[in-house]
DNA sequence: CAGTCGATCTGCT
DNA sequence: GCAGATCGACTGA
């Protein structure tokens, strides 16, 4: 029952489901040592409509579960080797998404500093949308998880965090036609030092010298 | 400290 | 064939 409730509390737009995440603690239980992590930043996609989503271009393989119900994880593979993941809100068929981009470790910071390889910080554990899925040990076989059953667990806060704890801007990454990258569709909570640092997208990358060497 | 580049999977043109 | 919801190593000052 109760999981029934909270699912529905993320069968919301994007915007309101942000404020949901910002403050959860997301837990991955894989038999070791728990991991759990507090969101203090995630990232709206817009589903069909939204040219910066993987799911403009309609289903495919790879992003069938954004198209599934709310509260449940998309994970996908990129630059050929991170994973990052979504949790996928809005209601089922629109594929919408919220990228978690960063987190603070809450525990399990002795497992999450082994997957990462010991970085410098512990501020840098979760601090990346692929770092934070590296920290909690998530890899495409949690692609489509229920995360609010074992091995994962979501504990969404009381209420939403306040809109005035709330900064936002453009997206990391994204640098989509018809100026997809000016919506504020990043949303973080203000001043947390795991808030990873903005990197404005990449215009594109062409060969400087002309011709491919 | 800031800028550049390689690694190498997935989906679209 | 190419660009991408990234990260970390390396360069040079």
Redesign the pocket.
């Given at each position: 029952m109760e999981d029934k409730s909270e699912r529905s509390r993320l069968a919301v737009p994007a915007t309101e489901a942000a404020h949901l995440l910002l403050g959860s603690v997301l837990t991955h239980d894989d038999g070791g040592e728990p991991v759990s992590v507090r969101v203090t930043e995630v990232?709206a996609?817009m589903g069909d409509v939204d040219p910066?989503?993987?799911?403009f271009?309609?289903r495919?393989?790879?992003?069938n579960t954004?198209f599934g119900p709310a509260g449940h994880l998309?994970v996908?593979?990129?630059?050929?080797?991170?994973y990052?993941a979504?949790v996928v809100c809005g209601e089922e068929g629109h594929a919408t998404?919220l990228?978690l981009?960063?987190g603070e470790i809450v525990s399990g910071a002795d497992t999450a500093r082994m997957r990462?390889?010991n970085?410098r910080t512990d501020l840098?554990l979760a601090?990346?949308?692929?770092?934070?899925a590296?920290a909690l040990g998530i890899d495409?076989a949690l692609d489509g998880a229920d995360v609010f059953t074992a091995p994962l667990r979501l504990e969404l806060p009381a209420e939403p965090v306040p809109h005035a704890l709330v900064s936002s801007g453009p997206?990391?990454?994204?640098?989509?036609p018809g100026g997809t990258d000016e919506y504020p569709w990043r949303y973080w909570l203000t001043g947390d030092p795991t808030v990873?640092k903005y990197?404005p997208?990449?215009p594109?990358?062409?060969p400087?010298g002309a011709t491919?060497?």
């Open positions: 990232e996609y910066g989503s993987h799911a271009r309609g495919t393989a790879r992003n954004m998309y996908y593979f990129t630059y050929g080797m991170h990052c979504n998404g990228l981009r960063a990462r390889n970085p840098d601090r990346g949308p692929a770092r934070l590296q495409r997206r990391v990454g994204v640098s989509g990873s990197r997208a990449q594109k990358r062409r400087a491919a060497r």
